[in-house]
């Protein structure tokens, strides 16, 4: 059964934008499906594009995610997980996560020296701190939460408090991670060809998705639903050439790792 956490966060009152083009092909020709609740008891509508993007249609604007995710957000997680969820307690989740990940991107990162890494929404800075012990690259942090960033602080790495729209980077990275957070975007199409502007002519990207063929699942802060076909997509029009496609075990989770085309 579907849990009703509008008590916590009322949404309804929240989905104030409405999109007017398709993020990936730009068209205005969508199919509209009928109001549905998420998997937090949330009232949305979802939309598929003709190009098979799904996203909802209307969705809470920028400021009211930022409100959302700095309020009820973690309750609402660990709600739904029956177990807390915080900055400390995503941590081992994380380790593992960054050992996989680290052993994927081993013969991409053997080829050349990298020496700086930028983690976007990289949350405490594990995967980031990892990751930078393991290849010796120096590791940023970007991530809207401030408790996050302080774990990510004391791991020794340089924390930009924040989102990859607001984001002006002064310099070309070698390595750029979108662990677990493309999803959450408003503008993936305009973040990943920023990401594209600021990627060293020689450096790794990596991003991954929740597949929506495999999960089916609508959550209020997936503003997007991906599958492999629409992120190869994106990826291709954002001017990026997959080198390697991978799923997770768990069979939900698709890696790209990806150069610039």
Do not use: W
Request: aromatic share 8%; with cysteine; proline share 3%.
């Amino acid at each position: 059964m579907v849990q009703d956490y509008t008590a916590i966060f009322d949404a309804s009152a929240h989905l104030l934008q409405c999109q007017t083009a398709c993020n990936l092909c730009g068209k205005a020709d969508i199919e509209t499906r009928p109001m549905t609740r998420d998997r937090y008891g949330f009232a949305v509508r979802v939309v598929t594009c003709e190009c098979g993007l799904v996203y909802l249609n209307p969705r809470m604007t920028k400021e009211a995610y930022k409100d959302f995710y700095q309020g009820p957000y973690r309750a609402l997680v660990s709600a739904f997980n029956g177990r807390e969820i915080n900055a400390q307690t995503l941590k081992p989740e994380q380790r593992e996560y960054a050992q996989r990940l680290g052993d994927l991107l081993q013969p991409y990162l053997d080829r050349f020296m990298a020496q700086s890494l930028l983690d976007i929404g990289g949350s405490t800075g594990t995967v980031a701190a990892m990751l930078g012990s393991r290849f010796k690259i120096s590791g940023t942090v970007l991530d809207p939460s401030e408790d996050e960033l302080k774990e990510a602080s004391k791991a020794g790495l340089t924390t930009i408090l924040g989102t990859m729209e607001d984001f002006t980077p002064d310099k070309r990275y070698d390595l750029i991670l979108l662990c677990q957070t493309v999803d959450h975007l408003l503008d993936i199409m305009g973040t990943l060809e920023k990401i594209h502007d600021c990627l060293a002519i020689d450096g790794l990207f990596f991003v991954d998705i929740v597949d929506f063929n495999v999960t089916k699942e609508i959550k209020i802060d997936h503003p997007f639903n991906l599958t492999p076909k629409t992120m190869k997509a994106y990826l291709d029009k954002a001017g990026f050439a997959v080198l390697k496609e991978h799923r997770a075990d768990d069979g939900k989770h698709v890696g790209f790792v990806c150069e610039m085309a």
